[in-house]
């Protein structure tokens, strides 16, 4: 049974960091791709960043190139998403995919960037 579980989430001010963890099971994460994405209130769920099996290739949404970086820990089974000068406009429940076994979501974690 694929399980993703994110964690990291919480308040923070406009500028601050967060470190979004995501750890995976059920699947062979190692030979997996893995991707995060966001739902902000009101609107469709969209692509944060994608990484490869081997973390060799990336791939970011243009709002938040340059300031989030994916990464990931094959021999932790996690995948993490550092994310830095938070904007209020980052707000959004955060949540990773695999799309091992037809595609897995997460649960989420909420990220609220306010003063």
């Known amino acids: 049974q694929v399980q993703l579980v994110e964690s990291g989430g919480g308040l923070v001010q406009p500028g601050e960091s967060l470190r979004l963890s995501c750890a995976a099971s059920?699947?062979?994460?190692?030979?997996?791709?893995m991707s995060w994405y966001r739902q902000a209130p009101g609107k469709e769920r969209e692509f944060v960043a994608f990484i490869s099996s081997t973390g060799g290739s990336t791939n970011y949404a243009g709002s938040v190139k340059g300031r989030f970086t994916i990464s990931r820990d094959n021999a932790k089974n996690t995948v993490f998403l550092q994310m830095n000068s938070l904007k209020p406009e980052d707000t959004a429940v955060y949540y990773c995919r695999t799309e091992a076994y037809g595609g897995s979501w997460g649960q989420g974690t909420q990220v609220i960037v306010s003063s």
């Open positions: 059920g699947f062979p994460f190692s030979s997996s791709r």
